[in-house]
T-cell receptor, first 113, second 113 residues
């Protein structure tokens, strides 16, 4: 049973560019959440998708957007990258009724130069 | 949203039992208590979840007193591989909660030989 997978593993972008990160949830899971984790900090919730709709959103600007596809996979898009967007981006999947039991992927390390 | 408070760091030796306490004074009736473990450069891993009294699995035990204003994660006979950051989360399990999932800074547990 495959767990949560994310791609790419690492990414280097230039300030002002746009980036798309991808996530495939654990088999059987229908809810995907995205987090940003800066070095030395806990994961910060970006947003959560269920039934292809954004259901909850954390305190992140509109530059951060997402999408969930019919097969439950998800994308995170970040526009107009800033140096401060450099972080580990984590995707987590869960079942709708058990959103606190989340299964995390290995993350994508984004570096903005 | 119930705010949580936990120690920033703890030190232990191999073979000892480690208890990490989390305070959540304004926990709501529908809230569950969930603990995650995170190793460096990896996504958090779900450890245990509980609502009241005691929950035990193959990894840890979770003790929750009757007033539910605090909880204690107990790790029996820790080893070097238990060195990680441990996060306590409090919230309702369903999508209807309407609040973001909050990870604090967690407790950094260091196990020495």
């Amino acid at each position: 049973d495959a767990g949560v997978t994310q791609s790419p593993t690492h990414l280097i972008k230039t300030r002002g560019q746009q980036v798309t990160l991808r996530c495939s949830p654990k088999s059987g899971h229908d809810t995907v959440s995205w987090y940003q984790q800066a070095l030395g900090q806990g994961p910060q919730f970006i947003f959560q998708y269920y039934e292809e709709e954004e259901r909850q959103r954390g305190n992140f600007p509109d530059r951060f957007s997402g999408h969930q596809f019919p097969n439950y996979s998800s994308e995170l898009n970040v526009n107009a990258l800033l140096l401060g967007d450099s972080a580990l981006y984590l995707c987590a999947s869960s079942l709708a009724g058990r959103r606190y039991e989340q299964y995390f992927g290995p993350g994508t390390r984004l570096t903005v130069t | 949203l119930a705010k949580t408070t936990q120690p920033i760091s703890m030190d232990s030796y191999e073979g000892q039992e480690v208890n990490i306490t989390c305070s959540h004074n304004n926990i709501a009736t529908n809230d569950y208590i969930t603990w995650y473990q995170q190793f460096p450069s990896q996504g958090p891993r779900f450890i245990i979840q509980g609502y009241k009294t005691k929950v035990t699995n193959e990894v840890a035990s979770l003790f929750i007193p009757a007033d539910r204003k605090s909880s204690t994660l107990s790790l029996p006979r820790v080893s070097l591989s238990d060195t990680a950051v441990y996060y306590c989360l409090v919230g309702a399990p369903g999508l209807q909660a309407g609040t973001a999932l909050i990870f604090g800074k967690g407790t950094t547990l260091s196990v020495s030989s």
